[in-house]
């Protein structure tokens, strides 16, 4: 999956962000600065140009020199180690970082854990039918709306306070397995000429196969782990959750001029019976001294009619992501699915839309045991 803009780009499975600033120094909780330091580790950084790092940065509550002792072991530098200890001194007199929380294992609902057979045929079948999508999928347009929010006071995992930002309209034309869009509306206004460049922001790219074809490609070498069941607009799935490590991703991300490669990890919903993807989560494991930071993406698929026949397809996106306190939250949805042909038009005087709202497309839990397809 592809996200492009001027300023922040994030492609493969993310996201870009225009126009936000960095901010002069920044505060890290003692998590996110052992997150940093095990990622820098892991992505094999310059031992002194961690330890830089660390020399710009404040912490919000005091670093232990048990924590130091762990990062040492864990493979941090000894310039890293010497910028550590410093920082333990300087922050002596600050609250203590909070205590690890307990992972709560929630009580198992719906059915019976599946059998081992089970669960492998679904990862079988899904993996099939993500390697084939692109080439079951007939050419076609349709409408995609993109409604922007913005909260300039975003915190991680809040719901956030979103005011309405804009909206676009694009013309997406699928054909010969490509995606061409043409921008058409900002708001009511007309774009004739207009690109979404022009007109800046962030903007989301290629839903429709990337995301699929990376996560389930041999190459990705993508580890998946049983979690439990889920229920996605009444569907009983099995919620399997992968990881892709970032010495096989392809997943960058970039803000002006620089650029990442990221591991990314997420949850797939598999819908029990036909053993198709109905939910893919992706979350980009960004290193903490990077500007963009929390980027989540949801997409959901359903089946919908291109003519007379039924096609698994995307049904709506949401991407969040966040540079400092400035929150940016991207909802898509696509909508008049027809055939690609000479004939085939697509309305745009849309005025009425209306994204869907998220109580229609949030997970539901699985006490009322939906029943599996046979």
Not at 75 to 85: C, E, I, M, Q
Not at 226 to 237: A, K, M, Q, V
């Amino acid at each position: 999956m592809r996200f492009r803009s001027p300023a922040v780009a994030v492609c493969a499975a993310a996201l870009l962000l225009l126009g936000l600033s960095v901010q002069a120094q920044q505060t890290l909780t003692v998590a996110r600065l052992i997150e940093f330091v095990k990622s820098s580790v892991q992505q094999k950084n310059a031992d002194k140009d961690v330890a830089k790092f660390l020399g710009s940065i404040k912490l919000s509550e005091k670093l232990t020199p048990q924590v130091v002792e762990e990062l040492q072991s864990d493979g941090a530098g000894p310039k890293t180690v010497a910028a550590l200890v410093q920082m333990v001194n300087e922050t002596e007199s600050l609250k203590p970082a909070p205590a690890k929380i307990a992972m709560t294992v929630p009580t198992p609902t719906g059915p019976p854990a599946p059998s081992e057979a089970e669960r492998t045929k679904a990862l079988e079948e899904v993996t099939s039918f993500a390697r084939d999508y692109v080439k079951t999928l007939p050419d076609f347009i349709c409408k995609q709306v993109t409604w922007r929010s913005v909260d300039i006071h975003y915190q991680p995992e809040s719901d956030g306070s979103w005011s309405p930002y804009d909206r676009l309209i694009e013309k997406l034309s699928f054909f010969d397995h490509k995606e061409n869009y043409e921008l058409t509306q900002r708001n009511d206004n007309p774009t004739i000429g207009k690109t979404w460049e022009s007109i800046g922001g962030s903007i989301s790219r290629g839903e429709w196969a990337s995301v699929l074809a990376e996560i389930f490609d041999p190459a990705t070498h993508t580890n998946f782990r049983w979690e439990r069941w889920g229920n996605i607009r009444g569907n009983l799935t099995h919620v399997f959750s992968y990881r892709v490590e970032q010495k096989y991703s392809r997943e960058t991300v970039a803000f002006e001029k620089q650029q990442i490669t990221a591991g990314f990890h997420g949850r797939i919903y598999v819908e029990r019976g036909d053993n198709i993807p109905l939910r893919i989560t992706v979350i980009p494991d960004i290193p903490a001294d990077f500007p963009v930071q929390d980027v989540n993406q949801t997409i959901d698929y359903d089946t919908q009619k291109i003519g007379d026949d039924s096609f698994l397809l995307p049904l709506k996106s949401q991407v969040t992501m966040r540079n400092g306190h400035f929150g940016s939250r991207n909802d898509i949805e696509w909508r008049q699915y027809q055939k690609y042909s000479a004939g085939a038009t697509i309305t745009f005087d849309t005025g009425d839309d209306k994204p869907t709202p998220d109580d229609k497309t949030k997970e539901q839990p699985v006490t009322g045991q939906p029943a599996p397809k046979q």
